[in-house]
């Protein structure tokens, strides 16, 4: 998978993450402006944890990681 195909597999498992947080809190036929800021910062946790767990899985599936995606995981 190149670089732009994993860019975009993540932004669809992000917003993926996002529909399913808000499918579970039963507000998915809500406008998003409804949301308050709380809520729209659990929807952007939903979706960098997703981020974190194919970022994890990438490194661990490849020999030779880009030391940049290994650093930004562990600057955290």
Request: net charge positive.
């Amino acid at each position: 998978m190149t670089d732009n195909e994993w860019q975009a597999h993540v932004t669809r498992e992000a917003a993926k993450a996002i529909g399913q947080w808000l499918e579970a809190r039963g507000r998915l036929h809500q406008p998003l402006r409804a949301l308050n800021f709380r809520e729209l910062e659990a929807m952007a946790d939903a979706a960098i944890a997703r981020f974190i767990v194919l970022a994890s899985h990438k490194i661990r599936d490849r020999s030779k990681a880009d030391p940049r995606l290994v650093d930004l995981l562990l600057a955290g």
